[in-house]
């Protein structure tokens, strides 16, 4: 059952410039709700349904709850986000990126808002039970266990899949560019094979580390960004720093403003630097020892509530009058800016915290953990 909930299911007038123009009500009409439960209705006995629209019908579709909850709806593929995501109450919703990554920008990079390839979800249904993965287009090799700047401490595992595999071919790895290793192969899930590689960081040098994959029989090389943070290697910075955010505060085409139902922990590099005030959307400022300053530096949130959450801007750490960001966060505001310009380099943040109401979008990603490398720092 598809459902197109924007473009043409309903008009209003709204006066821009002065002028009255017709605008998506952005909502599912009544008629288009009695057509989707008569469709529904008709499914075969025995199986479920899964419906495709372009947002969570559960906001835009009035009563689309109960019509789930009466017709076995399991899944919403959803999509317009460009990211891939998913949500997994009231009505579970998973969004797939997309073929056309920033709506085709080439200052994109062929990336999606959220730093996914240009991609589509693949699904394989047995029965009741359904699995999917990305895949990234033209391409069969991806990392898949670690995100983009995650921390790595001591001895991790790195995974990778494989799709398609031919006869006889593997996958092998580098660290920072250093002699290529076989992965080992750990799984066939459908359409792929699964590997994985054990990195030590204990012989590695602080900071951003490179991992790179790539198939034994083409040319297909993936590269995957990480953050080693072993806590050994002290700052190039001598003197204190200042840690900034804000929290729960209006930000630009951010679509969760979110403050803590309980107390927050502001925790950096393993000590505890500050406490975020329950339901206070506020804007905090923490100093930084030198002595607690590292080459690779995390910062963390403790929660003192059960299933909370909050949403946050570009957490900023400020070195002797340099501006340190997250490598992810800096990742992701160069596309942003690539495809909506320098102004949008602020918009939106990010949504920390283990809530299950926390709803990503183009312009918020879930982090718990966010990393600040100095090693190039004076």
């Known amino acids: 059952v598809s459902v197109d909930y924007g473009y043409h299911l309903g008009q209003r007038k709204l006066k821009v410039n002065g002028r009255l123009l017709d605008y998506p009500t952005l909502q599912v009409q009544p008629m288009h709700i009695k057509w989707l439960q008569q469709d529904l209705q008709q499914r075969s006995p025995g199986t479920f349904g899964v419906t495709t629209s372009e947002h969570d019908l559960v906001e835009y ?20 986000d460009h990211i891939v995501t998913h949500k997994t109450s009231p009505v579970p919703y998973r969004t797939g990126g997309a073929l056309a990554g920033c709506w085709w920008n080439p200052k994109a990079n062929q990336l999606c808002p959220d730093l996914s390839p240009q991609g ?5 249904v047995s029965g009741e039970q359904m699995d999917c993965f990305y895949k990234g287009l033209g391409q069969r090799i991806a990392i898949v266990s670690h995100r983009y700047g995650a921390p790595l401490t001591g001895q991790e595992k790195i995974q990778a899949h494989l799709v398609q595999p031919r006869s006889g071919e593997s996958l092998e790895f580098s660290v920072n560019g250093e002699d290529w290793q076989p992965m080992q192969e750990i799984g066939k899930p459908f359409y792929r094979t699964l590997y994985s590689a054990t990195v030590d960081t204990r012989g590695l040098p602080e900071g951003v580390m490179t991992f790179q994959v790539r ?3 083409t040319d297909e090389v993936r590269k995957g960004t990480l953050v080693v943070m072993n806590g050994e290697s002290p700052s190039p910075a001598t003197k204190g720093a200042e840690l900034t955010f804000t929290v729960g505060s209006k930000i630009t085409n951010a679509k969760t403003q979110r403050t803590p139902r309980g107390t927050v922990s502001v925790v950096w590099n393993g000590e505890v630097v500050g406490q975020i005030q329950p339901q206070t959307p506020q804007t905090y400022s923490f100093p930084i020892p030198g002595s607690n300053l590292k080459a690779a530096n995390l910062l963390e949130f403790q929660f003192s509530e059960e299933d ?4 946050l801007n570009s957490p900023l750490l400020t ?5 340190v ?10 596309i942003r800016t690539g495809h909506w310009g320098q102004g949008a380099a ?33």
């Not at 589509?120 to 394989?124: C, T």
């Not at 909370?308 to 949403?311: R, V």
């Not at 953990?369 to 720092?377: A, D, P, S, W």
């Open 61 to 80: 579709c009035p009563g689309f709850h109960q019509i789930a909850e009466q017709h076995d709806v399991r899944l919403q593929l959803v999509g317009d």
């Open 120 to 124: 589509y979800l693949i699904y394989h």
């Open 215 to 217: 198939s034994t029989a």
């Open 308 to 311: 909370d959450g909050m949403s």
């Open 319 to 323: 070195v002797q009058g340099n501006r």
């Open 325 to 334: 960001y997250d490598p992810r966060d800096a990742a992701i505001k160069e």
């Open 346 to 378: 602020d918009w939106g943040g990010f949504l920390v915290g283990t809530s299950a109401q926390l709803e990503e979008s183009p312009f918020q990603r879930k982090q718990n953990e966010f990393c600040f490398v100095l090693t190039e720092t004076k």
